[in-house]
């Protein structure tokens, strides 16, 4: 069975290579910088499971100092100008969608095809991380695709791997962060202290006001969080489960997936949800780091009243 | 009470645009020792936390290819094919992707589009290319709104797309929760339920699409 950790020792080989190459990059005036952030994402991923629990607390430790004592830079490898990529554009034509569109074929192949397979009795994939396995699978193919039908040089999907990624930056290894202050959050009780102090202080003896604090908690609660998941729980077992289903009789799969929803327009206001909202705006590299989540609260806002009203009608 | 000390400390933290990344470290220190762990318990526990989701990192695997073929001028390719097909304005256009990503989603395909792989490579240049080939070059302001429209349009698609699909994530965790609370609910039910959002946002997101284009185009002048 092919498992998770085959996917970690190649992203370990990976940031391995952009830390050298960050290294050995004369442009960036911050290069040791650089270099040392990437070592030290490349260590978590070949030997994570073998620093013991406070050895990796000091590997984010060193993360965070990096990152926040402005010890980053960007890198400038050596890339083609935006002439010669009109240039090459005009030649390739169609076929420069050939890479870029093999990713997602081959993930739907892994997910549908591989990942069903069983090789005496044991599946291929482990099926819990079939999805990321395809995709790293994916991208080993896009990367052979890309550089035999767009004949480009061999160092290139790591010199350019590295562009993007310096791109991204600090960024890149939020999302990994948030996830961890969240597993402190639950350790600390912090999401049933909150989940009390709104079942508390708010009456909820009419049913819409019952239904509001329940899809506005779950948005609220979300966005103070960073993730639905977190918010589901707390917020359920406070509101929708005693009060919601108990009380008014609601039906509970009505409750649970529009509740859950409510928390999803949460999630697109949040800027702790940063794999969502943060890394695309540095990916786009857009100036103003909150400019994706801009875009995106006129549509959460309704969609949170719809979602409301859609309870109300439906559960009862 | 005092654990919510490190909600707040996230909350300003952001607000005043320190860096994340010491937001959140400066953050898990307030919470655990609030809740009365010493440092290197709550280092232990970061750590550890971070550790086992590491997952999460292991998705930037794409950025190689991405990077070669932008390297070879796809993004300029998406932007000259857009505007080869004069009737497409962005507005259909990103509706036409949110169509797309809220299906596939709902097959359970989420990883077959996403912020590095679709929208940086060809979905924001074919967006821009679709508004310059109606209205002429685009200014920053512009240029940014619409790279930011094509990000949100592709989580809204996503988020109100996945949970129709009954194997995701939090509808396994929907059913988890409810059986420990002696209830038993049928995933499809939950999966079913999330149809009416699905429709209810993509009629909103839509709208705000096609007000998007108009505005665009207003802005450009007659």
Redesign the interface.
């Known amino acids: 069975m092919i498992k998770?950790g085959a996917?970690?020792v190649?992203?370990g080989l990976?940031f391995a290579a952009f830390a050298v190459l960050s290294a050995l990059d004369r442009n960036n005036g911050k290069r040791f910088g650089n270099a040392l952030f990437w070592a030290l994402?490349s260590l978590?991923?070949l030997a994570?499971?073998h620093?013991?629990?406070?050895?990796?607390?000091?590997?984010?430790?060193g993360?965070?100092a990096i990152?926040?004592f402005?010890m980053l830079g960007r890198g400038q490898p050596a890339?083609?100008s935006?002439e010669?990529?009109?240039?090459?554009?005009?030649r390739?034509?169609?076929k420069?969608?050939v890479?870029?569109l093999?990713?997602?074929v081959v993930?739907?192949f892994g997910?549908l095809v591989l990942k069903p397979i069983e090789l005496g009795g044991q599946p291929l994939l482990d099926p819990k991380?079939a999805?990321?396995l395809?995709?790293?699978l994916?991208?080993i193919v896009?990367?052979a695709v890309?550089?035999i039908l767009?004949r480009?040089p061999p160092m290139?999907?790591?010199?350019?791997?590295?562009?993007?990624?310096d791109t991204?930056g600090?960024?890149?290894?939020?999302?990994?962060?948030?996830?961890?202050?969240?597993?402190?959050?639950a350790?600390?009780?912090?999401g049933e202290?909150?989940g009390q102090l709104v079942t508390d202080w708010i009456p909820m003896d009419a049913r819409l006001t019952a239904v509001a604090v329940y899809c506005l908690g779950m948005a609220g609660f979300t966005i103070?969080m960073g993730n639905?998941?977190a918010a589901?729980?707390v917020m359920?077992?406070g509101i929708g489960?005693p009060i919601l289903?108990g009380q008014f009789g609601g039906d509970?799969?009505?409750v649970?997936?529009?509740g859950?929803?409510s928390g999803?327009c949460g999630?697109?206001m949040t800027?702790?949800a940063?794999?969502?909202?943060?890394?695309?705006?540095a990916?786009?590299e857009?100036?103003?780091?909150y400019?994706?989540i801009?875009?995106?609260i006129?549509?959460a806002l309704?969609?949170l009243v719809?979602?409301l009203v859609?309870m109300y009608v439906?559960a009862f | 009470m005092l654990t919510l000390l490190g909600v707040a400390a996230v909350v300003v933290g952001f607000a005043v645009r320190l860096n994340p990344l010491l937001v959140v470290v400066i953050a898990a220190f307030v919470t655990g020792l609030a809740a009365g762990l010493s440092p290197v318990e709550v280092l232990e526990a970061f750590g550890r936390a971070f550790n086992e989701n590491r997952f999460v990192s292991a998705a930037y695997l794409v950025l190689p290819v991405i990077g070669v073929v932008e390297r070879a001028g796809l993004q300029e390719r998406a932007r000259t094919l857009i505007a080869r097909f004069r009737g497409v304005s962005v507005g259909p256009f990103l509706i036409g992707y949110l169509a797309f990503r809220q299906i596939t989603s709902a097959l359970g395909l989420t990883s077959i589009a996403g912020h590095a792989q679709s929208i940086r490579p060809m979905v924001a240049p074919m967006a821009e290319g679709a508004v310059e080939a109606r209205t002429g070059p685009l200014d920053d302001d512009a240029r940014q709104q619409t790279r930011a429209m094509a990000s949100a349009t592709d989580n809204i698609g996503l988020f109100f797309g996945e949970d129709i699909f009954i194997a995701i994530g939090s509808i396994l965790l929907m059913v988890g929760f409810l059986a420990t609370s002696g209830i038993t609910v049928d995933p499809i039910h939950l999966s079913v339920w999330a149809i009416p959002t699905a429709i209810v946002a993509f009629v909103i997101h839509a709208a705000r699409l096609i007000l998007f284009d108009r505005r665009l185009r207003r802005r450009a002048g007659p």
């Not at chain 1, 290139?156 to 990624?165: A, D, F, I, N, T």
């Open positions: 998770l996917v970690y190649l992203a990976v994402v978590s991923f994570g499971d620093l013991g629990d406070l050895g990796n607390g000091v590997l984010v430790l993360l965070a990152a926040g402005g890339t083609t935006p010669e990529r009109r240039a090459l554009a005009e390739f034509g169609e420069l969608f890479p870029a093999t990713l997602p993930v739907a997910v991380q999805t990321l395809s995709l790293a994916a991208a896009a990367v890309a550089l767009l480009q290139s999907p790591l010199q350019e791997g590295r562009r993007l990624m991204v600090w960024a890149a290894l939020l999302p990994q962060m948030l996830a961890a202050l969240g597993a402190v959050f350790l600390a009780g912090v202290l909150i103070i639905a998941f589901f729980p359920t077992a489960l289903i509970p799969a009505v649970c997936s529009i859950m929803l999803f999630t697109l800027p702790l940063a794999n969502f909202n943060l890394v695309p705006a990916l786009l857009l100036p103003d780091r400019a994706v801009k875009a995106q006129p549509t309704p969609l719809g979602n859609l439906l």
